[in-house]
């Protein structure tokens, strides 16, 4: 095996109020690989357990049972300093709502994850950033707050902060789900065209049908389990 | 953002100044307390320095006397004592045995600044019809004026006085009718007497001394006394007089002497100076208490408010440490911001307060000691106390659980 897979899941199970009467298991056992490069959609109704299993993939939370692994790494075996490390250089994140820190400037957000993993800001930090707020169109607004911005250009802060680490996966919860139908489209391009050109793995949860229709790969969780999972051919024409 | 500042220091902050409402208010909280604690503490610690010197100026720190003599009872034969009934000696005036080996052995210890033999005892001073009681000291003006600031308390002539001078209080010149450079009679009540020329003239403050009192010279005294060559007690000061009952202790362990301290000879002021000293600790702790108490309902009220966005620094890779130092950090910058300001203020009241409270004359009512330390200490203390303030608030943060956070 030349590279690792970018996230295997091995029978995730994950259940809240463990040890008391009120137990409730949430995911019943959960497989799932993804694959560099691959652009999935998660969809499913609500309740279905879809953000339980963002938080799980995004080392948020852990699982009660199963084995998680991310870039090969298996993150039970790693202690809570050495799980921040893994899920600030592995995993981007995208949310849908209170992304940014409305204290800081675009570009400053952009810099945060970088910033809290080197200690202290520098020059090549500036140009990352800068060269990202670019890549995602809004170099003119990089100097601005982050509470200036408008929805939609806050959406796209928020994927250029989640891709300043160069993280094998990015977790989107929702990422145009607080927007209206034309950010919505710009939002999810920029999505699909940083996948193309950097290789980077998606996995988007979202409501939506018509997003979901875009995307390579459509996992759909029912109560807790993985209901149907196929391949979906994107139309080229609706890509664009 | 600042390339020289840590990520951390950048997010306090900016948090700080996003809530720049709260952020000012506790810091004037802060700097209230620190203001209060600054001008009690200046207040006070001149105060007692003014007592202390007052008390001081005029006592030495250590006074050494010959033992006591006891009467000793009959030899004891089995179980029966001969003398069953045994009074008191009556305490004639005695010189300290060898005190001039005794001054040359305290001369040689390290906490000793001054040693200075004394002869006191009791005498008339006569003019025409007049006599008057009064306590004789005889002193070496050398090491006295050193030891007791009496040189201080001239309003006439000097206190360098010769074999034939005398210095006399105010009351007692104007009872007497004497004025400088006058002659009196000083007698004993053995009858030995001198005459004596008025070479100066001091005014303790106090009725009592300046009427009864009398200074002569060492040899002078001795003669009347006849205690020729002797001395009646060892007077010293040593460097820091708040040790003077551990040095006079050890004195007595060397010396066999009976050493008293002034600690000892004014119990009583030295325990008000203690009460004084407690109340302003009790003081500088509730304040200090309701200036941590401030600082942590802020940070609290913080941490529930940036709850998000800390679980959004959370999931892009911020550890649970740096987000406890963030709140560390603002703990610390609010308390020495507010002791800075603070002390400021506290200064300009100390200095407000200067100017109005007088005395009818125009002097300062209290005599307010600026110790330049005070402000470091309050500085240094206010962030110590900012910065356990936060501990609670910070690691309530650093416990954020990132998906709940972010979810809100």
């Not at chain 1, 979202?206 to 999972?229: M, N, Y």
């Not at chain 2, 950048?10 to 802060?30: D, H, K, N, P, Y």
């Not at chain 2, 003239?201 to 200074?215: L, T």
């Not at chain 2, 005599?367 to 936060?390: C, H, N, S, Y």
Request: net charge neutral.
């Amino acid at each position: 095996m030349a590279e690792p897979q970018t996230l295997r899941l091995e029978g995730i199970r994950k259940a809240y109020g463990v040890g008391t009467k009120a137990a409730t298991e949430v995911l019943h056992g959960i497989d799932l690989d993804i694959q560099r490069g691959e652009f999935t959609a998660l969809i499913g109704p609500s309740g279905s357990g879809k953000s339980t299993l963002l938080n799980l993939i995004g080392l948020l939370d852990r699982p009660t049972s199963g084995r998680l692994f991310i870039t090969g790494v298996e993150a039970a075996k790693l202690d809570d300093a050495a799980l921040t490390r893994l899920r600030a250089t592995a995993v981007g994140f995208v949310f849908q709502f209170h992304n940014l820190l409305p204290a800081f400037t675009a570009q400053e957000n952009v810099m945060l994850p970088l910033l809290a993993a080197r200690g202290r800001p520098d020059a090549v930090m500036q140009e990352r950033a800068a060269s990202l707020i670019a890549a995602v169109g809004l170099t003119q607004w990089a100097g601005h707050l982050a509470n200036d911005l408008s929805g939609g250009q806050q959406q796209r802060v928020a994927i250029a902060r989640a891709l300043i680490m160069q993280p094998a996966l990015v977790l989107a919860d929702e990422p145009t789900g607080n927007l209206d139908t034309q950010s919505a489209d710009g939002v999810f391009d920029l999505l699909r065209q940083v996948n193309r050109d950097s290789g980077t793995s998606f996995l988007i949860v979202t409501h939506d049908p018509r997003l979901a229709q875009r995307c390579d790969r459509i996992i759909e969780l029912v109560d807790g389990k993985i209901a149907s999972d196929r391949p979906n051919k994107v139309e080229s024409a609706k890509e664009t | 953002m600042n390339p020289l500042l840590p990520f951390e220091w950048i997010l306090a902050t900016r948090f700080m100044r996003e809530g720049l409402m709260q952020t000012l208010l506790i810091i004037s909280g802060v700097a209230l307390g620190v203001s209060v604690i600054v001008f009690i503490s200046a207040l006070i610690s001149g105060l007692q320095s003014n007592l202390f010197r007052r008390t001081l100026d005029y006592q030495a720190q250590i006074v050494i006397r010959p033992p006591e003599e006891i009467a000793r009872t009959l030899h004891t034969e089995g179980d029966v004592d001969w003398a069953t009934l045994v009074q008191p000696r009556a305490q004639r005036l005695r010189s300290v045995d060898q005190w001039q080996t005794v001054r040359k052995l305290l001369e040689k210890m390290p906490e000793v600044v001054v040693v200075a033999p004394v002869v006191a005892g009791a005498g008339f001073v006569l003019r025409g019809n007049a006599d008057k009681a009064v306590n004789m000291t005889g002193i070496e003006p050398e090491s006295y004026l050193r030891l007791i600031a009496l040189q201080a308390q001239m309003v006439a002539g000097s206190a360098e006085l010769g074999s034939d001078d005398i210095l006399i209080g105010t009351e007692l010149g104007n009872s007497l009718g004497v004025g400088l450079g006058d002659k009196l009679i000083l007698q004993t009540a053995s009858k030995a007497s001198a005459t004596l020329t008025v070479s100066g003239i001091f005014d303790f403050g106090n009725k009592g001394i300046n009427e009864r009192s009398v200074y002569v010279a060492l040899r002078t005294a001795q003669s009347l006394l006849n205690l020729p060559g002797g001395a009646t007690s060892i007077e010293l000061n040593v460097v820091k007089p708040f040790d003077a009952e551990i040095v006079a202790q050890s004195i007595s362990a060397q010396t066999g002497l009976d050493v008293q301290s002034w600690i000892v000879l004014n119990a009583q002021f030295f325990s008000a100076l203690q009460a004084q000293s407690m109340s302003n600790f009790i003081i500088r702790f509730f304040v200090g208490l309701t200036a941590a108490l401030g600082i942590a309902s802020v940070l609290v009220v913080s941490v529930v408010q940036k709850s998000k966005e800390i679980g959004i620094l959370r999931a892009t890779g911020t550890t649970r440490g740096q987000i406890l130092r963030l709140f560390l950090l603002q703990g610390a910058v609010m308390g020495c911001l507010g002791s800075l300001v603070g002390s400021a203020a506290g200064w300009a009241f100390l200095m407000a307060w200067r100017g109005i409270a007088k005395n009818a004359n125009g002097t300062p009512l209290f005599v307010i000691e600026f110790d330049p330390m005070l402000f470091l200490w309050a500085a240094l203390g206010a962030t110590l106390v900012g910065t356990l303030a936060a501990v609670f608030p910070a690691r309530t943060a650093a416990k954020l659980d990132p998906a709940v956070a972010i979810r809100g």
